[in-house]
């Protein structure tokens, strides 16, 4: 235990020293981010909140990478109720393996509430909508690389459909869609940065 809170004591401090070294805005957001962690391991894990910390601390290293490149514009808000809807997805599909113990332990969240079918049903819906609107998107902006990345998300969700489609959803199940789930997320995530660029 003390170990633990030792090594991260470290790491919020290194994490905010390195921020601060980008200027006062870089740690304000590093600190959104490194706050919205703490706030779901602490409290928010057990409650139907746990998926905002996903989105703040995630959104939040978005945030600053695009700061400390100088990328950072208003046109990019666009990025943030798109990104925040994967990050509900990926939130729900990390959360499904654990959604007996969960509830066994008296854990109230999101993906406890909604139980693994529904909350699976959720997660899929999100990420097979957003690999039709990132390949749509790709598709206006000529985007090649994104339609690829974009197109290679679907073939993933549909692998996750297909496992889905199990009457009884084990944990061993439950862990294999997460692992079709987190890499189609993250090409989608991709395949509209891309879309994104060509459009700026």
């Known amino acids: 235990g003390h170990v633990a809170l030792e090594l991260g004591a470290g790491g ?36 139907p909140f746990s998926p905002v910390p996903y989105m703040v601390s995630f959104l939040s290293l ?28 990926a939130h729900l599909a990390n959360a499904l393996p654990d959604v007996d113990t969960d509830a066994a332990l008296r854990q109230r969240g999101l993906a406890v509430i909604l139980g693994p079918r529904r909350a699976l049903m959720v997660a899929l819906v999100i990420c097979g909508s957003g690999a039709i ?36 959803l084990e944990r061993r199940t439950l862990v294999s869609i997460f692992r079709y789930i987190a890499p189609a997320i993250g090409l989608i995530a991709a395949s509209c940065l891309v879309a994104f660029e060509a459009a700026s």
């Open 12 to 47: 919020a401090v290194l994490c905010c020293g390195v921020a601060l070294t980008f200027g006062l805005v870089s740690l304000a957001i590093a600190a959104v981010g490194l706050g919205s962690g703490i706030a779901y391991d602490l409290r928010l894990k057990r409650t």
């Open 62 to 89: 978005l945030t600053w990478i695009w700061l400390v490149a100088g990328m950072l514009t208003w046109k990019i808000v666009l990025v943030y109720p798109f990104g925040a809807f994967l990050l509900l997805a």
């Open 133 to 168: 609107c990132a390949f749509a998107f790709c598709l206006v902006e000529r985007a090649t690389i994104g339609l690829v990345l974009s197109l290679a998300s679907g073939v993933l969700v549909l692998a996750a459909a297909w496992q889905a489609k199990s009457l009884e």
